[in-house]
C-alpha cells in the first residue's frame, strides 16, 4: 500500500509538526527561564489566566491544553511549591481540587506575556498573515477530523 498523494503531504506536515513543537518547547524554555519556570508550567498559569476570575480543575487545564492530566497534575504541584498558584476546595467534586493563580503567579504570567509579544512578533516577520491564518484554519480542520476518527 502507498500513500495518496494527500496522504503524503500530510505524513510530513505531521512529521513537521513534530520538529516545530520541539523546537517550540526549547525556545519556550529558554525565553522563560529567567522567571524560574518552563514551557509545561507556562502552558498550565496560561490555561489558568485565559480561565480567570474562574479557578480550574487539573482535568479541565488538561483539556484546554491538549495534555494529560497526569502532566498536568505534576506542573501544578511545582507551581504549588514555587507559590505561583493556589489550590481551593471545590464544593461540586471534593475529590478535585481548584486552582487559581496567585498574585506572584499572576505577576509572572504577565511578565511572561510581554516576552511572548516581544518574541512572536519577531518570529512572525517574513511569514505573510494569509499563510500564517491557512496553517491556523489547516491544524484545526485536522484536530477536528483526529477528534471525529
Same mark, same amino acid.
Given at each position: 500500500?502507498?500513500?495518496s ?6 505524513t510530513? +506536515?505531521?512529521?513537521?509538526i513534530?520538529r516545530?513543537n520541539?523546537e517550540?518547547?526549547?525556545? $519556550? ?10 514551557s509545561a508550567r507556562?502552558?498550565?498559569? $496560561? ?11 487539573v482535568p479541565?487545564?488538561?483539556s484546554v491544553m491538549?495534555?494529560?492530566?497526569? $502532566?498536568?497534575?505534576?506542573?501544578i504541584n511545582?507551581?504549588?511549591?514555587q #507559590?505561583l498558584?493556589?489550590?481551593? #476546595?471545590?464544593?461540586?467534586? #471534593? @475529590? ?5 493563580? #496567585?498574585?506572584? $503567579? ?7 506575556e @510581554? ?10 516577520q517574513g511569514i %505573510? @498573515?494569509?499563510?500564517l491564518? +491557512? %496553517?491556523?484554519? +489547516?491544524l484545526?480542520?485536522? @484536530?477536528?477530523h483526529?477528534v471525529?476518527?
Amino acid at each position: 500500500m502507498v500513500h495518496s498523494p494527500e496522504g503524503k503531504v500530510l505524513t510530513d +506536515t505531521i512529521l513537521e509538526i513534530f520538529r516545530v513543537n520541539g523546537e517550540l518547547l526549547t525556545t $519556550g524554555d529558554a525565553l522563560v527561564a529567567e522567571l524560574g519556570i518552563n514551557s509545561a508550567r507556562w502552558q498550565v498559569l $496560561g490555561a489558568m489566566a485565559y480561565a480567570l476570575p474562574h479557578a480550574v480543575t487539573v482535568p479541565q487545564i488538561a483539556s484546554v491544553m491538549g495534555v494529560t492530566r497526569q $502532566g498536568v497534575q505534576k506542573n501544578i504541584n511545582l507551581l504549588l511549591q514555587q #507559590s505561583l498558584v493556589v489550590k481551593q #476546595s471545590n464544593p461540586a467534586d #471534593s @475529590r478535585s481540587y481548584l486552582y487559581q493563580l #496567585s498574585p506572584t $503567579g499572576l505577576d509572572v504570567y504577565h511578565k511572561v506575556e @510581554r516576552l511572548q509579544m516581544i518574541w512572536v512578533n519577531r518570529l512572525a516577520q517574513g511569514i %505573510t @498573515r494569509e499563510n500564517l491564518q +491557512t %496553517t491556523l484554519h +489547516t491544524l484545526q480542520q485536522l @484536530r477536528e477530523h483526529l477528534v471525529n476518527d
